[in-house]
């Protein structure tokens, strides 16, 4: 194991509340109501790899006994050490754990999380190749997993986002108004579907309050085309018109105050949009799938509102462990800072809908 590589942390400069978490931290530390944690300002910084083999599967390797979050699974890796760059990083954990040896690849995200007893940013990396057999030399369980049940694992808060970004979409569309012309809306939905967009926000404000009629029978037909697209579609905020037509819903930040519990079954998917850490929490206790957050820069449509930019976003998503998109004045050219900053991906309007 590597030794402690720590830096001046910026943000918040609380006491640290102990060492040596245990498993039942793990727990509390991806729970959404308790309280965000004020601990010591300093960054452990932690490199770890997706490593894979012919079959396309995924090791996880099992924390040990003594040591914090034992028994969870995770990605092999360990801390940096002062002066060493993440890929000399990763490449010497990886020896020291697996004996195997490795070229590391392209970064896939870098998770800033708060635990109880520090902060944290999970850099990940992908391994690009490997060499040897690998065993656990430090008497950690292994295992190969499909990526799809990845999400089965019990593992520390900050893997969640790392699992999302190998498994869901890294752009979130949100529909514009339809205007006058719903043909010519929907077949710019399908433009988008057939580019690749796998995830849809069916959100109209103006269009579903002044005829409703109008837009219920729209959505249904963007249901319909999302579903045969096999792409994930959420309305935005009318709960009963996501369980009449079977899709997910996407919450209004004001929506959460008022919902006690998940208010759809678990295979529909639940999103939130959330300015705050408190309503991340909340969406977290609720059971969402996964957030947005912005605005990151200002918008056309709001040229006047700053943007909070990148630093106070990777600020918020350190207090919870739901997979975040990023909103407001952002592009498909903006997913590489997007991930760098713990970001599921950007989520967008006008970029993503094709004109
Ligand atoms: N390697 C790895 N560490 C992770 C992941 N997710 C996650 O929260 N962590 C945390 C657990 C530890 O707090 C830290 C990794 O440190 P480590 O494995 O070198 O540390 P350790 O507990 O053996 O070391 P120590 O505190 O006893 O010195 O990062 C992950 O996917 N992989």
């Not at 870098?110 to 902060?119: E, L, N, T």
């Not at 309050?209 to 109008?214: C, E, G, L, Q, V």
């Amino acid at each position: 194991m590597g030794s402690w590589a720590e830096q001046p942390g910026g943000r918040s400069a609380g006491e640290g509340r102990r060492d040596g978490a245990g498993p039942a931290d793990a727990d509390a530390g991806a729970s959404a109501d308790a309280e965000v944690p004020r601990p010591r300002s300093r960054v452990v910084e932690v490199v770890a790899g997706v490593i894979r083999d012919a079959r396309g599967r995924v090791l996880l390797t099992r924390r040990t006994e003594g040591r914090d979050l034992a028994g969870l699974w995770e990605f092999p890796g360990g801390k940096r050490e002062p002066g060493e760059t993440p890929e000399a990083a990763l490449s010497r954990e990886l020896h020291e754990e697996l004996g195997i040896d490795s070229e590391i690849g392209a970064e896939l995200i870098r998770v800033p999380q708060i635990y109880p007893d520090k902060r944290l940013v999970l850099d990940v990396r992908e391994v690009r190749a490997w060499r040897g057999s690998a065993r656990g030399r430090e008497g950690q369980a292994l295992a190969w997993v499909p990526p799809h049940k990845l999400a089965s694992y019990a593992m520390p808060p900050a893997d969640r986002p790392v699992v999302a970004a190998l498994e869901q979409p890294d752009r979130y569309l949100v529909t514009p108004e339809p205007g006058d012309d719903d043909e010519a809306w929907l077949a710019a939905l399908a433009a988008a579907l057939a580019a690749g967009v796998k995830r849809v926000q069916l959100r109209a404000p103006a269009l579903s309050a002044a005829d409703p009629a109008r837009w219920h029978r729209l959505a249904a037909a963007a249901a319909k085309r999302g579903r045969a697209a096999k792409a994930e579609l959420l309305i935005n905020a009318d709960l009963a018109l996501a369980r009449e037509l079977g899709v997910g819903a996407h919450l209004r930040a004001t929506q959460l105050r008022g919902l006690s519990e998940r208010p759809l079954p678990a295979e529909l998917p639940l999103a939130a949009s959330c300015h705050d850490a408190r309503e991340l929490q909340a969406a977290q206790a609720l059971g969402c799938d996964f957030a947005v957050v912005g605005s990151i820069k200002p918008t056309p449509s709001h040229p006047s509102v700053l943007g909070i930019g990148w630093e106070a976003f990777a600020a918020l998503r350190e207090s919870v462990s739901l997979p975040i998109y990023a909103i407001g004045g952002l592009g498909a050219q903006d997913l590489a800072d997007a991930r760098r900053h713990g970001a599921q991906g950007v989520a967008a309007i006008r970029s993503l809908w094709p004109v």
